[in-house]
């Protein structure tokens, strides 16, 4: 679309609220197109990489893990934070699946970018599609537990269709790479 | 998966960084499944729903949008916060749908749920799928400032694949709903 759209909002001031280990947290006053002024909260996040590692024979590689926000085990495909901003997004993607998984790729697609919540976090995850896999020794951080299994992409695919999968970035992703390999 | 996953995090202490309009931040010490401790920096959030409005030629409801976290006008599926935490979702559904389009629908079914940062966020939006569509009046917020449009559902699913919407609620919910409609 290249009409001009007259929806930006410009920052007057900025609060710093808390500057965490994940999160730095901003209050923002902004002006808004018809110059009254709002306030924004919003999360600033280093950015991360998530990865569908599919298998010669259709499966996938995924994660059962604790996530502590919403107190449930879930469902997720290997993803992980940048260690810095601006870490090249690659390299982090595959850190990340031999860390948890122990696999190496050959082949490296991106599927796409994913911003989980764009109202308040400027998070930027880049999914990326992982063929051509080996297996080796995973190396998870001491403060990381996490079951790995695999199933056949298909199987995932009804599993998002069903409700059984409610990750965002592993529906994207799974959905996107179906897709493009089904 | 029915097996014994000893993957647990229990809260030991919590300690509240903010209480905002839209973001409770909380800063909280757990038990890892092996004894050790770590922290878990954490978003309350009261909740969301969006929604895929499907009309009978196929085609869907998209918003042009500024997000100021990210700093760039996107496409979105309508959607917004639940009121309180606790409010009925459907009703939160029809209202966000009638204020931001002035569309109202007959048939009302959830395509899922979608958790869009469980690492650092319990924010769950649930999706839905409307169709039997009448036109009526928007009545934006005060601070709400956004572009509606309709463009084919079958469009919508190819600007996912070739990257150009990277919302994540948008991106699972148009690609679940074609799954289900085309």
């Known amino acids: 679309m290249e009409y001009t759209e007259n929806l930006e909002e410009k920052m007057i001031a900025s609060e710093e609220i808390f500057d965490g280990e994940v999160l730095h947290v ?4 902004v002006e808004l197109p018809n110059g009254a002024s709002a306030t924004r909260e919003t999360i600033r996040h280093k950015g991360a990489v998530a990865i569908v590692a599919l298998t010669e024979e259709g499966e996938i590689i995924l994660e059962r893990q604790f996530r502590y926000p919403i107190a449930q085990v879930i469902t997720e495909i290997p993803a992980g934070k940048l260690d810095h901003i601006g870490e090249d997004r690659l390299a982090a993607a595959k850190r990340e699946l031999e860390e948890e998984t122990g696999f190496t790729a050959d082949n490296w697609q ?23 896999l080996h297996q080796g020794e995973r190396h998870l951080d001491d403060d990381e537990f996490l079951n790995v299994f695999t199933e056949p992409l298909a199987d995932a695919v009804q599993e998002i269709m069903d409700g059984k999968i409610t990750d965002g970035k592993t529906q994207v992703a799974i959905l996107k790479a179906a897709k493009r390999c089904l």
């Open 110 to 132: 991106v599927l796409g970018e994913y911003h989980p919540a764009a109202a308040y976090s400027d998070e930027k995850i880049t999914l990326y599609l992982a063929t051509g």
């Open 26 to 29: 901003l209050k923002d006053t």
